[in-house]
Nanobody
Framework: QVHLVESGGGSVQVGGSLRLSCAASVVSGYTNCMGWFRQAPGKAREGIAYIDTDGDTTYADSVKDRFTISRDSAKKLLYLKMDSLKSEEKAIYYC?????????????????????WGQGTQVTVSS
């Protein structure tokens, strides 16, 4: 059983940066297949970044070259560095883990690939 808690959200101006963190409290089932999602008001949840056991990453086209996913496996921390933020990226950001993943996920940006989610952290981008 894994419990995830996000932090680091807040308000930032267009073009600014934020770094989100996700801390995992683990009883069992921790893996290194983790992702970040976001959900804007009135929109479906969107997968934006993923990192697997080997450290390979996948990004949505909308965030590629601006967002960076990373982790500290020893501390069970997942990060998302977001640069050049846009106003339309105001959303609740969630981290997620696939507790049955052994090496990598086939569809890492699809929410059905994950079974455990954090409660989310709000990011607001203002002009």
């Amino acid at each position: 059983q894994v419990h995830l808690v996000e932090s680091g959200g807040g308000s930032v101006q267009v073009g600014g940066s934020l770094r989100l963190s996700c801390a995992a409290s683990v009883v069992s089932g921790y893996t290194n297949c983790m992702g970040w999602f976001r959900q804007a008001p009135g929109k479906a949840r969107e997968g934006i970044a993923y990192i697997d056991t080997d450290g390979d990453t996948t990004y949505a086209d909308s965030v590629k070259d601006r967002f960076t996913i990373s982790r500290d496996s020893a501390k069970k921390l997942l990060y998302l560095k977001m640069d050049s933020l846009k106003s339309e990226e105001k959303a609740i950001y969630y981290c997620a883990i696939a507790t049955r993943c052994y090496t990598s996920l086939t569809n890492p940006l699809r929410d059905y690939s994950y079974d455990t989610w954090g409660q989310g952290t709000q990011v607001t981008v203002s002009s």
